[in-house]
């Protein structure tokens, strides 16, 4: 647990990592998100007016949550306690409760900064209401996840909840330039010249991420100052440094239904392009192709089902494929069945009759089955009207009567309504042809 009277007061050595001797000291001197911090905006009030409220900063690694939180806390003159939720729990919480008293008396605002506030349980989580409430503390939570996943309803609804944005390329240049110009906080001593493209590939690889780039900063400017040929910064220099990390993922968080939706929308979209990048972007990041075959076995009979028939059998063989092969080939298959999916005509219609059909059960409960429609495999049955005045299809003309399938409470129901899409349009002609023999007198 740390403790900072003001954003100022804070001094950093050499030894200090670049990312943290390069935080700003002024809400002026943040880059970025400017929907939270330009005029009129809810935080740029709140630090004008010296009144912050509770909120939740929610974003990205490297986007500036704590550093904005720090800074908030010190334009509003607070007194702020920082801890981490990984490594501080109630305990702590209560430990800080008696300062915050005699601070509240003093008329001294207190900022309770909880890093990764995701990582309390609910009962740490409700242990923070009642001191929330009675304005005690004042909440500025940050988090990478999802507050609605990972917060307790109480706690949330007293929180404003700000969304924090990656880094464009454009702030990234710009974070990498301050460090490069400032010789009292930056690069220290006389500050090397960096070749266009090696910025451009650190801020690309940077994912919007402000610590990833001033850290693969420091280490390019190592290996500029130990290369004896290197007058300055050159790609190289970047790569070896940066030495490509993983994609960012969660394969339980926000992320992965991020791009598993992005996925399925570029399917029923239509786009095969859109559809192979993201499969390819999950695979990579480590997810398992064996939960992407089984999401392209749902698309292909929810959102193209009797259009193209063969969708379902083309998804079910690369997920069959897939288990076959194994990592790297099997993505071959995968990516052949993405793109068949993509280019198949659409039809949500077999999956609009289950919900149509689901609906009416649930309104009318299990309506008893016709007697025409039973089974009489005994005697006592057949006495009982079980299977009375059934007509065999195969015995009418085009193989089709007029009879009734369903309770006669909902005789007339239509859940199947083929498009005009791919085979559907066959399937919509011959129900149409149906109809019309049905009209017939037997």
């Known amino acids: 647990m740390e403790l900072f009277d003001s954003a100022s007061s804070r001094s950093a050595g050499k030894n200090t990592p670049l990312a943290e001797r390069m935080r700003p000291s002024r809400l002026d001197d943040v880059l970025g998100q400017e929907h939270l911090l330009g005029p009129g905006t809810l935080l740029r009030g709140m630090a004008d ?3 912050l409220q509770s909120i939740i900063l929610w974003g990205p690694p490297g986007c500036g949550k704590t550093t904005l939180a720090r800074l908030l806390a010190d334009a509003c003159q607070a007194h702020c306690i920082q801890f981490s939720a990984v490594s501080s729990g109630t305990r702590e919480l209560k430990n800080i409760l008696p300062d915050a008293r005699r601070l509240q008396r003093s008329a001294v605002p207190v900022v309770l900064l909880v890093d990764e506030i995701h990582h309390f349980n609910k009962s740490q989580q409700d242990t923070f209401l009642p001191h929330v409430e009675a304005g005690l503390l004042t909440l500025v939570g940050a988090t990478t996840e999802n ?18 944005h990656p880094l464009t390329e454009e702030t990234l240049t ?27 590939v650190l801020v690309q690889r940077a994912q919007g991420d402000a610590r990833v780039a001033l850290n693969g900063l420091e280490g390019a400017v190592t290996l500029a100052r130990n290369d004896s040929d290197a007058g300055r910064i050159e790609l190289p220099h970047v790569e070896q440094a940066l030495q490509l990390g993983p994609l ?8 992965h239904y991020n791009l598993v939706s992005a996925f399925i929308k570029s399917l029923r979209g239509s786009d095969p ?33 009797n259009a ?11 997920r069959d494929a897939f288990h076959f092969v194994g990592l790297p080939e099997g993505r071959i298959p995968m990516s052949q069945a993405a793109v068949y999916l993509a280019t198949a005509p659409k039809s949500n219609a ?19 089955t016709p007697l025409h429609l039973r089974n009489a495999p005994t005697g006592l049955m057949k006495s009982l009207g ?9 015995d009418a003309p085009g193989h089709v009567t007029d009879q009734q399938h369903l309770p006669p409470e909902l005789e007339g129901r239509r859940y199947y309504e083929p498009s005009d899409e791919g085979y559907e349009r066959t399937i919509r002609e011959r129900l149409k042809s149906w109809e019309e023999l049905k009209k017939r007198p037997r």
């Not at 077999?350 to 008893?368: C, I, M, N």
Request: hydrophobic share 45%; with cysteine; glycine share 6%.
């Open 49 to 51: 007016t010296g009144r």
């Open 308 to 318: 193209d028939p063969r969708a379902l059998q083309v998804a079910v063989a690369a």
């Open 273 to 305: 392009d859109a559809a192979v990048y993201w499969m390819v972007r999950m695979i990579e990041a480590g997810e398992d192709p064996l939960f992407i075959a089984r999401r392209m076995v749902i698309f292909a009979a929810e959102d193209i089902g």
């Open 174 to 200: 710009r974070v990498v330039d301050r460090a490069l110009a400032e010789r009292g906080r930056g690069l220290w001593d006389a500050a090397l010249e960096m070749a266009p493209e090696a910025r451009t």
């Open 147 to 164: 507050p609605s996943f990972e917060l307790i309803a109480p706690l949330l609804s007293r929180c404003r909840v700000c969304v924090m």
């Open 248 to 255: 960012r993922y969660d394969k339980s968080g926000e992320e």
């Open 386 to 394: 079980y299977g009375a005045d059934y007509r065999y299809p195969h």
């Open 350 to 368: 077999s999956y609009r009759a289950l919900l149509e059909a689901t609906r009416d059960l649930h309104e009318h409960g299990a309506l008893p």
